[in-house]
């Protein structure tokens, strides 16, 4: 089992046809994903890397009972894809593209709230079920199926942290890239309740950063419910200067806002394992899964 997406998740991608949106699907139909068209308007009709192409996501889901779709869009067409996926019924919408303006991204949310579909990103590296199915830019070289589920704000560390739990023979039951803007989709909280429902994750990982909200909601969360399952965290950040952006959107320590340091303790009480560093995210499954 996994969560969100499996070997039998029909996958569209926005923008196929362009140069990343070629050449990320390549390697993921090479890796065994079931991608099963294109969008693009204009192009309905033609095929593209052998896959039929549609004009619109309505037209694509119709034909090919889709439930998945990335978007692989410049910024300022973002939001609408975004929308075009919601209004078709699309299940799962990954979108990596980077610096979608806020305000198109509120929209997003508006419409995001009464429907069906769940939105992984902006700016999100993607998601990975190991061998099953690869929506995004997520490296899979790495990655073994197995039992712990992984949820991170960070690109480099998320290929980072799976790598050593596949060293240690910890494989993975999804990998989630929730995206670096201050306004996304799924957010930590909404992984770990996922991740709780799902039978094959034993653990969760969480790749943590300074701004925003998503560990303060992930720590309320976790202190109000019996979990039942290890939960590590690795919070980054703890020397950034206050009030600049490192990396990305979202990573903002500004003045009044909870440090590296706050949001670790937060965890903490919570009932989350806390790891010093990367090279602690390991040993600390190993000796949470070893006492449960």
Partial sequence: MAILVDADTKVIVQGMTG???????DLAVRYGSNYVGGVRPGKGG?????LPMFDSVAEAREATGADASLVMVPA????????EAIEAG???????TERVPVHDMVRVKQALE???SVLIGPNSQGILTPDACKIGVMPTRDAQPGPIGIASRSASLTSEVLAQCSRAGLGQST???IGGDAVHGLGFRGCLEKFREDDATRAVVLIAEIGGREEEEAAEYLASVDYG??????VVGRHAPAQRRMGHAGTLSLLGAASAEEKADLLRKA?????RDTDDVVPSIQKALNKG
């Avoid at 140069?19 to 699907?25: A, H, L, N, V």
């Avoid at 399952?229 to 690795?234: A, I, R």
């Avoid at 009932?271 to 790891?275: K, N, Q, T």
């Fill in 19 to 25: 140069r990343s949106g070629t050449f990320y699907t």
């Fill in 46 to 50: 033609t095929r593209h890397l052998g």
């Fill in 76 to 83: 300022h067409h973002a939001a609408e894809a975004m929308l």
């Fill in 90 to 96: 699309i299940r799962v919408i990954v979108c990596v």
């Fill in 114 to 116: 009464g429907s069906d």
């Fill in 175 to 177: 990998t989630v890239g």
């Fill in 229 to 234: 399952k290890p939960v590590v965290v690795l």
């Fill in 271 to 275: 009932g989350a394992i806390v790891a």
